[in-house]
C-alpha cells in the first residue's frame, strides 16, 4: 500500500476475499479488482495466477489459560475449545478440511468472519486456535497470547496473486506488479 500511495492518482479500494461471496475471477473479470489475492489457484487464461506467498499458523491461547502450558498433547487440545475462520472462500474450505483430518473431533466454540475477533477471544476467554505465525508475532505481546507447541504441524496457507493478463499493457500496472513479486 505505502508503495502504491507514492502515486496521488491512485485510488486504493481493499475488499476482503475471505468475506466475499464473489469468486476471484468475477472480481477481475467485472473490472471489480485490479489484483486479487487468494488461498485458492486458478486455471485461466486471460488471468495470470502465480504463487505469491505462504503463512505458518500456529496454536495459541490467552498467557493465563488454566489447563495449556507452552506445549499440550493432542488429548489435552481436544479437551479445549477451538475458535474457527468463517469464510466462503475456496482455499480456506480446504484448510478446514485438512484441520478435520488432523483435529476432526474438536469442539468449535466461536466462529467469526474476522481475525482480530478471534484473537481477542482467545486472549480474554479459554477458547484455543490456530492464527498466523504473522499476526500472532505482531499481535500477541498487546492482546497477551501465548503459543502452544504441539506434536504435529499444519500445512501453511498458500496465497496466490491474481490479475489480468491485459492489465499489463498498462505501464504503471506492470511495474506495481514488478514491484509486488519482487517483495515476495
Given at each position: 500500500?505505502?508503495?502504491?500511495?507514492k502515486d496521488?492518482?491512485?485510488?486504493?479500494?481493499h475488499h476482503d476475499i475471505l468475506t466475499t461471496d464473489e469468486l476471484p475471477e468475477d472480481l477481475l473479470a467485472y473490472r471489480k479488482a485490479d489484483i486479487v489475492v487468494s488461498m485458492a489457484p486458478l486455471n485461466n487464461r486471460s488471468i495470470v495466477c502465480t504463487h505469491f506467498n505462504r503463512l505458518e499458523c500456529i496454536l495459541v491461547c490467552s498467557e493465563n489459560h488454566p489447563r495449556l502450558g507452552d506445549t499440550a498433547t493432542i488429548d489435552e487440545i481436544l479437551q479445549e475449545s477451538f475458535t474457527q475462520l468463517v469464510s466462503r472462500a475456496t482455499g480456506m474450505k480446504e484448510y478446514h478440511s485438512l484441520m478435520d483430518d488432523v483435529l476432526g473431533e474438536r469442539i468449535i466454540g466461536?466462529?467469526?468472519?474476522?481475525?482480530m475477533t478471534i484473537?481477542?477471544?482467545?486472549?480474554?476467554t479459554e477458547l484455543i486456535g490456530f492464527l498466523p505465525q504473522t499476526f500472532f508475532d505482531y499481535y500477541s505481546s498487546s492482546i497477551k497470547l501465548k503459543k502452544v507447541t504441539i506434536p504435529f504441524t499444519i500445512a501453511p496457507i498458500q496465497f496466490?496473486?491474481?490479475?489480468n493478463r491485459a492489465s499489463l499493457n498498462n505501464s504503471g500496472f506492470a511495474e506495481l506488479i514488478e514491484h509486488i513479486t519482487k517483495k515476495h
Open positions: 500500500v505505502k508503495y502504491i500511495r496521488p492518482q491512485v485510488e486504493i479500494e466461536f466462529r467469526s468472519k474476522s481475525l484473537a481477542n477471544s482467545i486472549s480474554s496466490y496473486l491474481m490479475y
